[in-house]
């Protein structure tokens, strides 16, 4: 597969980064602010988008691709660097992090509000129960039938109540599709992947109101790879687009200062 890769700052002593968006975006999510904050502070950055996503190949045959092909994905941008990267994932992207681990080296592990270990189907009910707006555009985003109001449930449950409107309604058409088959398997729980995951330096973030992860399935990923955790107020789910990005942003780099030193 052709796969589109932004790439920003040049290689150093310490492991370069390898940033994994999550579900109905692309690579893009990362290009906005974290990449080049991180490349200005001394880090080598890549951001892949997933076969299906962005400009990557493969749109015709996204609901054939699998949380695998994902890995596979991640496993071709990582080989461009010279040594293992820290892998850093968001939402879907955090358990394809989560997977490319166990197979491949990597020098540490960085989880943005990563999907839930134990499978999808306890979000969803929350979801359905408490968000029933969003749970109807999310439905209709994957059938291509998308109506005005649901860009307003999205944009509502994507990021802050202060975030501007305008800013998000640009986002909103690079938004996309996700694979039914990666949708499927996230349903299902993840646990017997792990049962040999190795030891690796972790972090992970997450947002107490998040409407798409909730605080708990955080945690509970924190406390599988032992992970410094941290569960933030007011932090949306698309944390790194939203006006608050250097909060999230601001722990990474302390994390990966104290990991494997300062620039």
Aim: some cysteine; hydrophobic content about 45%.
């Amino acid at each position: 597969m052709s796969l589109e890769i932004f790439r920003a700052g040049e290689p150093s002593a310490r492991p370069p980064l390898l940033f994994v968006h999550g579900s109905f975006c692309g690579a893009w999510v990362w290009a906005e602010h974290f990449l080049p904050f991180f490349a200005q502070a001394g880090w080598q950055c890549l951001a892949v988008s997933l076969r299906g996503h962005g400009k990557s190949e493969g749109r015709r045959q996204l609901d054939s691709f699998g949380i695998a092909d994902y890995v596979n994905d991640l496993a071709a941008a990582a080989a461009e660097f010279e040594s293992p990267p820290v892998v850093i994932g968001h939402s879907m992207g955090g358990l394809v992090a989560q997977r490319f681990v166990l197979t491949n080296k990597a020098a540490g592990l960085a989880l943005m509000a990563p999907a839930s270990l134990s499978g999808l189907g306890g979000s969803l009910m929350a979801m359905s129960l408490g968000r029933p707006h969003l749970m109807r555009a999310l439905g209709r985003v994957q059938t291509g039938g998308m109506e005005p109001e649901d860009f307003e449930a999205i944009r509502r449950s994507l990021f802050s109540k202060a975030f501007p409107a305008d800013v998000a309604l640009r986002y909103m058409p690079l938004f996309q599709r996700e694979s039914m088959r990666a949708n499927m398997e996230l349903m299902a729980p993840q646990w017997l992947y792990l049962m040999a995951r190795p030891s690796l330096p972790t972090l992970a973030i997450g947002g107490r109101n998040d409407d798409f992860v909730p605080a708990a399935d955080v945690r509970t990923t924190g406390m599988v790879w032992d992970a410094e955790t941290h569960i933030l107020d007011d932090l949306p789910h698309a944390m790194m687009l939203d006006t608050p990005w250097r909060v999230p942003a601001g722990i990474l780099a302390d994390w990966l200062g104290r990991r494997f030193g300062r620039s």
